[in-house]
């Protein structure tokens, strides 16, 4: 019976030893479950910091794109309105002349000589009082146009220096003990160094630079300023042809000078020819001064030389300037951003307590959907500062990325 007890307890102490070793295992592993969980959970939080500031600087990259595209789109703008306002000044005068002309020919018939006296009388007032408001008009746009240049090339700066401040700022307001570094994507460069030669200021000085906007405006005039040639009126083998439009000179120091001629006359077809047997009115305007290398080309001023030759020359003999120089401005382009990876943004997020990292990528890319923005030519539109359809892009780490991440790594490890 001793002995039964003896042994007895013996197990007892074995089972209690054991048991004492399983409880020792099981907090061990809640302990390690806890650290991994919050490890995970620290991990989670990094990551989702590296991807709020690299989206929000993302944004404020697409932002400064999307500005300059609005601003060059202002400057296209307003060169139009130029236009618009001279060619508007020289159809004035063409109705002006066209007036004087048929009320000569019409003041010998009884009952409207007085409404024709009174429409002379009008009509001769239009010079003394349009031209002193389109002139005013024209130095503003003028003024906008200096205004608009400056601030191109003042907000690209102050925005390039917001997208940097604005990513530190969103990761102090997640936790401001972290450490943390902004790269161009696929590149050990450290932002924004890549990021500003993404775009290249061009001035109207330039010849070269001034045609290529020249050719980005004359593509944007709208039909008045573009051709005002068409027929008024025709019966049997007489016509009335209007004839008419704008042209753009830009002159070596950069400044751009716009001319308008209108024209008017009656046709008579004989023997399959047309041959002008009554001008009937004329004008012509020009913003800053006489645009001689435009005369004699038959597709100038809407073929205006072509279909109406003598009155149009008329026109041209008869133009008047404001002498308001449209002056040299700056506008920006793009150039190649995706060249090692300037168009996206490497965001690095290190806690100096655990020494986790994290990192994120987002770019920056030109989106236009032609169902959604279509063009009339239904033409693929590639990347340029001329619409403002620029959108951040939040992606993965390329293998690039992960290879200067690692190699940075290393290098700060020792």
Request: hydrophobic share 50%; proline share 3%.
């Given at each position: 019976?001793?002995?039964?007890?003896?042994r007895q307890?013996?197990?007892r102490?074995?089972?209690?030893t054991v048991?004492?070793?399983?409880?020792?295992l099981?907090v061990?592993?809640?302990?390690?479950?806890?650290?991994?969980?919050?490890?995970?959970?620290?991990?989670?939080?990094?990551?989702?910091?590296?991807?709020?500031?690299?989206y929000?600087?993302?944004?404020?990259?697409?932002?400064?794109?999307?500005?300059?595209?609005?601003?060059?789109?202002?400057?296209?703008?307003?060169?139009?309105?130029?236009?618009?306002?001279?060619g508007?000044?020289?159809?004035?005068?063409?109705?002006?002349?066209a007036?004087?002309?048929?009320?000569?020919?019409?003041?010998?018939?009884?009952?409207?000589?007085?409404?024709?006296m009174?429409?002379m009388?009008?009509?001769?007032?239009?010079?003394?009082?349009?031209?002193?408001?389109?002139?005013?008009?024209?130095?503003?746009?003028?003024?906008?146009?200096?205004?608009?240049?400056?601030?191109?090339?003042?907000?690209?700066a102050?925005?390039?220096?917001?997208?940097?401040?604005?990513?530190?700022?969103?990761?102090?307001?997640?936790d401001?003990?972290?450490?943390?570094d902004?790269f161009?994507?696929?590149?050990?460069?450290p932002?924004?160094?890549?990021?500003?030669?993404?775009?290249?200021?061009?001035?109207?000085?330039?010849?070269?630079?001034?045609?290529?906007?020249?050719?980005?405006?004359?593509h944007?005039?709208?039909?008045?300023?573009?051709?005002?040639?068409?027929?008024?009126?025709?019966?049997?083998?007489?016509?009335?042809?209007?004839?008419?439009?704008?042209?753009?000179?830009?002159?070596?120091?950069g400044?751009?000078?716009w001319?308008?001629?209108?024209?008017?006359a009656v046709?008579?077809?004989?023997?399959?020819?047309?041959?002008i047997v009554?001008?009937?009115?004329?004008?012509a305007?020009?913003?800053?001064?006489?645009?001689?290398a435009?005369?004699?080309?038959?597709?100038v001023?809407?073929?205006?030389?072509?279909l109406n030759?003598?009155?149009?020359?008329?026109?041209?003999?008869s133009?008047k300037?404001?002498?308001?120089?449209?002056?040299?401005?700056?506008?920006?382009?793009?150039?190649?951003?995706?060249?090692?990876?300037a168009?996206?943004?490497?965001?690095?997020?290190?806690?100096?307590?655990?020494?986790?990292?994290?990192?994120?990528?987002?770019?920056?890319?030109?989106?236009?959907?032609?169902?959604?923005?279509?063009?009339?030519?239904?033409?693929?539109?590639?990347?340029?500062l001329?619409?403002?359809l620029?959108?951040?892009n939040?992606?993965p780490?390329?293998?690039?990325?992960?290879?200067?991440?690692?190699?940075?790594?290393?290098?700060?490890?020792?």
């Amino acid at each position: 019976m001793f002995r039964f007890r003896a042994r007895q307890q013996q197990q007892r102490g074995q089972t209690l030893t054991v048991m004492a070793a399983a409880v020792f295992l099981m907090v061990l592993m809640l302990m390690a479950t806890s650290r991994m969980g919050e490890h995970a959970r620290r991990q989670w939080y990094l990551q989702t910091v590296a991807d709020n500031a690299a989206y929000s600087g993302a944004t404020l990259m697409a932002r400064q794109f999307n500005v300059s595209a609005v601003l060059n789109r202002a400057l296209i703008a307003n060169q139009v309105a130029v236009a618009q306002w001279v060619g508007l000044a020289s159809w004035l005068m063409m109705a002006k002349q066209a007036v004087f002309n048929t009320a000569l020919l019409m003041m010998w018939i009884p009952g409207v000589q007085g409404f024709m006296m009174a429409l002379m009388r009008a009509m001769s007032r239009v010079d003394d009082v349009v031209d002193p408001i389109i002139e005013k008009l024209l130095l503003f746009h003028a003024a906008v146009i200096k205004a608009i240049s400056l601030a191109l090339v003042a907000l690209e700066a102050a925005m390039i220096a917001e997208t940097w401040l604005s990513i530190r700022a969103v990761i102090e307001k997640h936790d401001p003990e972290l450490d943390w570094d902004a790269f161009q994507g696929g590149s050990m460069v450290p932002f924004p160094a890549l990021w500003v030669s993404m775009t290249n200021t061009r001035s109207t000085r330039k010849r070269k630079d001034s045609n290529f906007f020249k050719q980005l405006v004359l593509h944007s005039r709208d039909p008045f300023t573009t051709s005002r040639s068409y027929r008024w009126l025709e019966i049997m083998n007489t016509k009335v042809v209007k004839a008419g439009g704008n042209e753009l000179e830009t002159l070596a120091n950069g400044i751009w000078n716009w001319n308008a001629i209108d024209s008017v006359a009656v046709h008579l077809k004989v023997f399959h020819r047309d041959y002008i047997v009554a001008p009937i009115g004329w004008g012509a305007r020009a913003s800053y001064r006489r645009y001689w290398a435009s005369r004699g080309h038959h597709t100038v001023y809407g073929d205006a030389f072509s279909l109406n030759k003598q009155v149009t020359d008329l026109a041209w003999a008869s133009m008047k300037s404001y002498r308001v120089a449209i002056p040299s401005f700056h506008y920006l382009t793009l150039r190649n951003h995706k060249k090692y990876g300037a168009n996206a943004l490497v965001v690095g997020i290190r806690d100096k307590a655990t020494g986790q990292v994290a990192h994120a990528r987002a770019e920056v890319r030109f989106s236009r959907p032609l169902s959604l923005f279509p063009r009339g030519d239904r033409q693929f539109e590639s990347d340029n500062l001329f619409n403002a359809l620029w959108e951040p892009n939040l992606v993965p780490l390329s293998n690039v990325d992960k290879a200067a991440i690692a190699a940075k790594e290393w290098a700060r490890n020792g």
